[in-house]
């Protein structure tokens, strides 16, 4: 199944190039708050680092699609 994440990515990839719209069924995450309620907080949470940036007022005023993958490295635990 994990060998099929960097096919559907380059799929989709593609097929939004071309203008065209993928039907792929993959899990999906919306966060949605006002302003400066801790959004951007809750993706890098998600995500396990900082890579947002930050400032005062409205910083992040964007809509924001994240590809997260998984990968293993000899730090997991899960070998």
Known sequence: MEQLIPIASKLQD???ALGQNTSLDL????????QSSGKSSVLEGI???SFL????????????I???Y???TKNNKDD
Do not use: D, S
Request: proline share 9%; aromatic share 0%.
């Open 66 to 68: 994240l590809q997260l």
């Open 47 to 49: 995500v396990g680092r």
């Open 14 to 16: 593609v097929l939004g």
């Open 53 to 64: 940036p930050r400032g005062h007022g409205i910083v992040t005023r964007r809509p924001l």
């Open 27 to 34: 899990p999906q995450i919306v966060v949605v708050g006002g």
């Open 70 to 72: 998984n990968t293993r």
